[in-house]
T-cell receptor
Framework: DAKTTQPPSMDCAEGRAANLPCNHS???????VYWYRQIHSQGPQYIIH???NNETNEMASLIITEDRKSSTLILPHATLRDTAVYYC????????????FGPGTRLSVLP | EAGVTQFPSHSVIEKGQTVTLRCDPI?????LYWYRRVMGKEIKFLLH????????ESGMPNNRFLAERTGGTYSTLKVQPAELEDSGVYFC????????????FGPGTRLTVL
C-alpha cells in the first residue's frame, strides 16, 4: 500500500504557482520522496526526488519539512500542459525496487 | 535517445484469447518493470527483470500471465487466456542498474478484453 497521503484534486490558475502537498508521516530514514506525474493517456513521468534537502530542477521544486513527514511539490508557473495526476511516492533508494503508486492528486490548471 | 517503447498501443481481444504485449526498454537499461492500471484502480507493479532474470514477480496476478525477457533486451508479457478483468493499461518502465533515481515509463498498451 502507498505510504503517502495526497489531496484527491486541486485547481490552479494558469501562470500561478501550483503547490501540491504530500504527507508521509511514517517515512523511514532511508526512504526518498519521489514525484511522478501522469498526463492523460501517457505513461508516468519522473519529476523530481529528494531525501531531506530541498531540490530544484527545470520542472519543479521539492520542499521537504525538517522532520521529513511532509513535502510540497511546487510548479512555479503552471501551464495548461501541467494538468495531470501527480503522485508522491516514498521509496528506499534500493537499486531496482519498484514504485508503489497511490491515487495521487489530480491537478487541473485553469485558463 | 529513444525512450521506452511498447507495442501495440491498443489491443482488443475476446475473453479466452491470447495477447502478447511487448516492451523495448531504453538501450543499456538492465532494469525492466511491468505495471498495470485496471479500470478505476491505481497503478500496480507486476514484475521486475534485471537483465534476463526475474528479480521480483510478486505483483503478477495469477498464472495466466507470463513475462519473458530473453537475452536481456526487450520483454514480452503474455496473457493466456485473457479474462474480462485483465482489461486496463499495461506500462513498462526501465532504469539503469546502479543509478536508479528514476524509472522511465513507456506510453502503455491499452488492453480491452470483451
Amino acid at each position: 500500500d502507498a505510504k503517502t497521503t495526497q489531496p484527491p484534486s486541486m485547481d490552479c490558475a494558469e501562470g500561478r504557482a501550483a503547490n501540491l502537498p504530500c504527507n508521509h508521516s511514517t517515512i523511514s530514514g532511508n526512504e526518498y520522496v519521489y514525484w511522478y506525474r501522469q498526463i492523460h493517456s501517457q505513461g508516468p513521468q519522473y519529476i523530481i526526488h529528494g531525501l531531506k534537502n530541498n531540490e530544484t530542477n527545470e520542472m519543479a521544486s521539492l520542499i521537504i519539512t525538517e522532520d521529513r513527514k511532509s513535502s510540497t511539490l511546487i510548479l512555479p508557473h503552471a501551464t495548461l500542459r501541467d494538468t495531470a495526476v501527480y503522485y508522491c511516492i516514498v521509496r528506499v533508494r534500493n537499486y531496482g525496487q519498484n514504485f508503489v503508486f497511490g491515487p495521487g492528486t489530480r491537478l487541473s490548471v485553469l485558463p | 535517445e529513444a525512450g521506452v517503447t511498447q507495442f501495440p498501443s491498443h489491443s482488443v481481444i475476446e475473453k479466452g484469447q491470447t495477447v502478447t504485449l511487448r516492451c523495448d526498454p531504453i538501450s543499456g537499461h538492465d532494469n525492466l518493470y511491468w505495471y498495470r492500471r485496471v479500470m478505476g484502480k491505481e497503478i500496480k507493479f507486476l514484475l521486475h527483470f534485471v537483465k534476463e532474470s526475474k528479480q521480483d514477480e510478486s505483483g503478477m496476478p495469477n498464472n495466466r500471465f507470463l513475462a519473458e525477457r530473453t537475452g536481456g533486451t526487450y520483454s514480452t508479457l503474455k496473457v493466456q487466456p485473457a479474462e474480462l478483468e485483465d482489461s486496463g493499461v499495461y506500462f513498462c518502465a526501465s532504469s539503469q542498474v546502479g543509478t536508479d533515481n528514476e524509472q522511465f515509463f513507456g506510453p502503455g498498451t491499452r488492453l480491452t478484453v470483451l
